[in-house]
Structure formats: C-alpha cells, structure tokens
C-alpha cells in the first residue's frame, strides 16, 4: 500500500479535468435552457459517440489502425452484435464479447 | 399517458445488467494498473476520485512510460471532453433539479451509467434525481470493487488480455449502440448517424488523435442527423 511522489498532483489534476466536463452542462444547461437547434443536434449525440467509441476501440491500436485482415476484434465483433440484438442484454453481450476473443487466442488467431 | 415514478432502487436494479461490464473491465483495469506498478491504494484512489476506465489505464500506462504529470492530465482531459457530449444530451432531463444535486449526478457520469440513463429516463418519468442516485452508486461501488480485486489479481496473472478480457469494453459499446438503435423510433436516422460515424471516424483517425477523432466523429455525425431528418 503505497503512494509514488507525485501521484496525489496527478490523481487531482486528471479527477478534475474528468469532473468538468461531467458537470458542467448539467449544472449549466438546467439553468439557462437550450435553444431548439441544441435539442435536436443532442438527440443524436449518444449513438454518434457510442458508435465512435466502438469504432476506435475495434478498429484502433494505440495511434494506429490495426490491419483488417489482422483484426481479431472485427471477428469478435461478429457473435457480440448478432447477441447484441437478438438478446438485448448487455450482460449477455460482454459475456459473449469476453468468451469468443478468449476462444479466438485460444485457437491462435 | 400516465407519469412514472422511478425510484433509488429502480435506478439500482436497471443497473445491474451493466456490472458485469464493470467487473470485468473494472478487473482488467485493475490488472493492467498493478502490472504497470501502482499499488492497491492507487488504483483505489483513482477508482474513488477518477473514476473512468480508459483514463485510468491511460493514467497506469504513461506513469510507467515515465511521462510529465501534466502530458498525463492533457491527454486524460481530451479523453474525457467527450463527457461534455454526454451530460448535455442528459441534461434536459434534470432541468428541475437544482444546480448542487445536477452537480452530484453528473460527477457520477460514465459512458455506461449515460447508455442506461438515455434509454430509460423520459419525459415521462418522474424522480429521475433518485433513480439516476441509485444508478449512480451501485455502478462506482462495483466499479471500485472490481479494479481492488484486479489489482490484486494483477500480481499473479501476467497476461490478462489471454483470457478476453481485452474485448470487454468493445462489447460493452456495441452493446449499448444496438441498444439505443433498437429502442428509439427514429431507426432510419439513427442507423445513417450510426454509419456515417464509422466513416467520420475512419477519416479523421488518418489527421487527429483517437480521443479527437472520436469527438469529431460524433459532432459531424449528430450534425449529419439533423440534416437528414427534415
């Protein structure tokens, strides 16, 4: 149980450059209120970022794209969507998700 | 149509399909963390008072790579500006709550927690304060749980990404997008932000950063639904 020098600066500085940008709007936003426009363009913002999430998280290797007939992730991704839909579950989903990329490196892909 | 009443404990059990994504991902974090040499009590603190998985095996990753402390703060802040996406989209629905309370549930905001929340909070419902609270709790409980373990796990595994755990966190987002496309009755629009966002993304990873790449992606795509959908 210890703690290297320097880590409380750090671990206040990333909590508080986290804390803002999870804040902000709510405290801001219910206050001031939301042009029409702003609505609109937000309804959208969930499955844009989610579906860009997915995207870097499948496609990407640190600051590079993994090779597609490299990618295991894209292989992976075949049972965790088909899952995905027909079970709605995202416990089944991750599970899925978790089970075929171990059964993937298994096989030594 | 009548109003529903959400309550703490709703908001606990409408949680409790997401923990075993915390769990593992909470796991493999703490794993990662204790093999890039934090100990228990800081991948604790960063559990408690962080509280973001991919800033926290940023965090594990550039401390070991020796880098500043503020290229580590940076960077972690571009991850997470993406929050600001999120608590906006949230934020119509805590309108009547005042600014202390919004501040409590907003601090609590993952990527998860939002997936949930966007689905199930309608202007329908009433009590979102409490149910977003019970949501809340039991995702960073499980959260914190999850990493200690890993992180004690982490000094006898050596290779955890052997076992899948790796993938945990792409399956948890794919997830979460079929969920919001299948639940919305905008399907159409949705499927072409949703696609369109691969292409943005694509494109801008071959200029930007992946943290930048993602925020961009997302605003020309939310812009590209609001085009469409006249």
Redesign the interface.
């Known amino acids: ?4 020098e ?2 409380l ?7 508080l ?3 803002l ?7 801001l ?3 001031f ?2 042009p029409e ?1 702003l ?22 290797e ?2 590079s ?1 993994i090779p597609l007939m490299e990618n295991v ?1 894209l292989l ?2 075949i049972p ?2 088909i899952v ?2 027909a079970t ?4 089944f ?13 298994l096989f030594g892909l | 149509m009548p109003l529903e009443r959400l309550t703490f404990w709703g908001g606990v059990k409408d949680c409790i399909p997401t923990l075993l994504g915390y769990l593992s991902i909470g796991f493999a974090a703490g794993v990662v963390g204790a093999a890039e040499g934090l100990s228990v009590l800081e991948i604790g603190l960063m559990s408690v008072f962080l509280y973001a998985g991919s800033a926290q095996f940023i965090v594990a990753g550039m401390m070991s790579a020796g880098s500043s402390i503020l290229s580590i703060i940076v960077t972690v802040f571009f991850v997470n500006l993406r929050h600001l996406l999120l608590s906006a989209a949230l934020a119509p629905m805590f309108r009547q709550y005042s600014a202390k309370k919004n501040f409590i549930l907003g601090a609590q905001l993952t990527d998860e927690t939002f997936g949930v929340a966007i689905n199930r909070l309608t202007p329908n419902t009433t009590h979102r304060d409490q149910w977003m609270l019970g949501m809340n709790i039991t995702a960073q409980i499980n959260w914190v749980l999850a990493t200690l373990v890993g992180a004690w796990f982490g000094t006898w595994i050596p290779n955890p990404q052997q076992f899948g755990l790796g993938f945990a966190l792409p399956a948890m987002f794919a997830g979460l997008v079929v969920q919001s496309l299948i639940h919305r009755k905008k399907f159409r629009t949705d499927l072409i932000v949703a696609g369109s966002t691969i292409v943005y993304f694509v494109l801008a990873f071959l200029w930007l950063p992946g943290h930048i790449a993602v925020i961009a992606a997302a605003v020309a795509a939310a812009i590209t639904g609001m085009v469409v959908e006249r």
């Open positions: 149980m210890t703690l290297s320097g880590f600066w750090l671990l206040i500085g990333v909590s450059v986290t804390l940008p999870r804040v902000l709007p709510m405290v936003i219910t206050k209120g939301m426009w609505l609109r363009f937000l309804q959208y913002v969930p499955i844009a970022v989610m579906t860009a999430l997915l995207v870097q998280a499948v496609l990407t640190g600051e794209f992730n992976a991704l965790t969507l995905a839909i709605r579950s995202l416990l989903t991750v599970i899925t998700g978790i089970g075929a990329m171990f059964l993937l490196q």
